[in-house]
Structure formats: structure tokens, C-alpha cells
């Protein structure tokens, strides 16, 4: 267990924190887990405040940040970039600084491509607090975090020789980031698993990220492969992972994009790709999903899905990185 985490920064965790960090996260979130459903109170952050940044649309990542700073007993405060004078050219170094003296820590969700990480990494040198990402255009890694401890109450802390298929799946809502499945490739490879990467040709994730998939795979004596071909990814699979994102490294056009997502609809789960997994495998997504596009009402509502722990697990792995990283 590593007990000395106070200040540290949680802007790509599964890339950045050891594996033993990170085990002691998960086993916090469990104890603050337990804490909440008997309710024995864990104000461990009274009096501080976590500045909330957000320069994009989220449901769960504000409620479950907002929700658990509160039982942590401190306060959250929303911080939206449309309405303040972030819109009229407060810089990323001035946030940090500034910010970083009102708060206690500053979380920040700044997707754009090619630039959100850059513009977290920039607060983060600024502040004197720990900053936490909420997601970036590289990297999501609370979401993961969270994918981890619900697979692991599934399926047990050992996960060597569990098969997690990765999947690219078709959505015509917007060009998604490739935070998720790259974060998802980035831990699940450090704990053993059989980790598969499956999308179209156009729907590549960045080439340095799979290459340390591979090597991640490689020290922890599991497997990564990339696979084209939806149904094989969801042989044998034991947790199946399939989600729209975009082709950021074949085209940031929105027509383009458009056109080549519009080569894969049938990239959807239904219940004969889910038969193709094993008996019990689980359907994970990080949601919002689009309905009956990516992914049928009969799969998404269905006995395999765990898609609502997954987004409760948000909550106390959040609250386990805020306690260790925000305490006094
Ligand atoms: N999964 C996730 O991050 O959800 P939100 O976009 O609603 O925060």
C-alpha cells in the first residue's frame, strides 16, 4: 500500500501511478464504499474546496464529483467556461495560479483535440494544489478507475487470463474522444489481462498509447492484439467494452468523419454478438451510449450489463483520489 499520495496530480493515473498507487486508490473507494452504504460518516476534506472546470458537457463526472465532495465534507464549486472571463482570455497558467489559491484542488474536463491535456498539464504547473482530469482529449482516467473496480467485483482482484475486448462501435451523435478506450487499453494491460483492440482502419488510437499497451502487456506477462473485425472481438470474451469514438488520426473534418463512421453501422451490440462471448460475460460502457446505434435497449437493459455500477463506482473512486491527494 502507498500511503503518501497528498498533492500528487491525477492527469493520466493508469500511465503515471504504480501499480501499488493505484491498488491503494481502488482499496480506499472500497472502504469509502462500505462507509457510505452503512453510513458511517468519512468527512476526511471539511472545510476544502475542489474547483470544478468544465469546458464541455457532462451527467455523471459533475454529479459524482459534486456528490462526493459533499459526503467528504467539503464543497465542490462549478466552474463553467462559457461564463466566466475563461471565454474572454483567462490563460491556463492564470487559472492555475489563481484558482489553485482559492481551492484546495482543481478538477478540469477540456476535450478538445490536440489540446485538452495540454491545457490540464499547463493549470497543473501553475497550481499549488493537486489538479485531477476529469477527461481530456488523451486520457479519462476516473472513468477507467472506475471500469477497473467494477471488473474487479466482478470477476475478483486476480484478473490474469481475463479477456477485455476493447471496441470501436458505430454513433452518429458527435465525434467522441479517444480518451476512453485508450485509458481502458493503458490499465487493463498493466493487470494481466487479454486485452483486445478492435475497430475499423480509419478508427486507430494513438500510436504511442498502443505501443505502451503492448509493452504494459509484455512486463505483465498478459496479451494485447488488435483485431478489424467487430464479431471476432467478441469471441470468448469474458468483459466486452464497445463504444463510439472518433477517427482523429485519419481526419479531424466533422463531413469526413462523418462519411467513414457512416462505413460502420453495423458496428452495434445485439444479442447475437453478445452470445458470441462467454456465458457470463459482462457489457460495460462508460455511457451516455446512443441507443439502438451503438448498442440495442435488449443488451444495454439486459442481465450482462453493469453499465450502472460502473457509473456508481465513479463516486468512490473519485472520493478515494480526492481523500488521498487533497488531505491536509
Ligand atoms: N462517462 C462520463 O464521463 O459521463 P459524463 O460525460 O456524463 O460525465
Not at 462549478?78 to 495560479?97: L, P, R, V, Y
Request: one cysteine or more.
Amino acid at each position: 500500500m502507498q500511503t503518501d499520495l497528498r498533492g500528487r496530480d491525477s492527469i493520466a493515473p493508469e500511465l503515471e501511478w504504480t501499480r501499488d498507487e493505484i491498488d491503494t486508490l481502488l482499496d480506499v473507494a472500497w472502504d469509502l464504499k462500505r462507509k457510505r452504504a452503512v453510513g458511517e460518516p468519512h468527512a476526511y476534506l471539511r472545510d476544502k474546496v475542489l474547483g470544478l472546470l468544465f469546458f464541455f458537457t457532462s451527467t455523471r463526472t459533475r454529479a459524482s464529483f459534486e456528490s462526493g465532495m459533499a459526503q467528504l465534507g467539503g464543497h465542490a464549486m462549478f466552474i463553467d467556461s462559457e461564463t466566466t472571463q475563461i471565454s474572454h482570455g483567462d490563460t491556463a497558467k492564470e487559472i492555475g495560479e489563481i484558482i489553485g489559491r482559492y481551492t484546495d484542488g482543481i478538477a478540469i474536463r477540456q476535450c478538445d483535440w490536440n489540446f485538452g491535456n495540454q491545457y490540464i498539464r499547463e493549470v497543473a504547473a501553475a497550481s499549488r494544489v493537486p489538479v485531477l482530469n476529469m477527461q481530456c482529449d488523451i486520457f479519462h482516467p476516473f472513468q477507467i478507475l472506475a471500469d477497473m473496480m467494477t471488473i474487479q467485483e466482478k470477476f475478483g482482484r486476480d484478473l490474469r487470463g481475463k479477456t477485455i475486448n476493447v471496441s470501436y462501435a458505430y454513433a452518429s451523435s458527435y465525434q467522441k474522444p479517444l480518451s476512453v478506450p485508450q485509458s481502458l487499453i493503458l490499465l487493463m494491460t498493466r493487470y494481466g489481462m487479454n486485452v483486445r483492440l478492435t475497430h475499423p482502419p480509419e478508427f486507430g488510437l494513438m500510436p504511442d498509447i498502443v505501443e505502451q499497451a503492448r509493452e504494459n502487456a509484455r512486463q505483465s506477462r498478459g496479451s494485447f492484439e488488435v483485431l478489424h473485425d467487430f464479431d471476432e472481438g467478441f469471441k470468448g470474451a469474458d468483459i466486452v467494452y464497445p463504444k463510439s469514438w472518433g477517427c482523429w488520426m485519419t481526419t479531424e473534418d466533422k463531413d469526413e468523419s462523418s462519411k467513414l463512421g457512416k462505413k460502420y453501422t453495423d458496428w452495434i451490440t445485439d444479442s447475437r454478438r453478445m452470445a458470441l462471448a462467454n456465458p457470463d460475460a459482462v457489457y460495460m460502457h462508460c455511457l451516455p451510449a446512443d441507443r439502438n446505434i451503438e448498442v440495442t435497449d435488449e443488451v444495454i437493459d439486459g442481465p450482462q450489463s453493469i453499465v450502472y455500477d460502473e457509473a456508481e463506482n465513479r463516486l468512490h473512486v473519485q472520493k478515494a483520489a480526492m481523500a488521498l491527494t487533497m488531505r491536509s
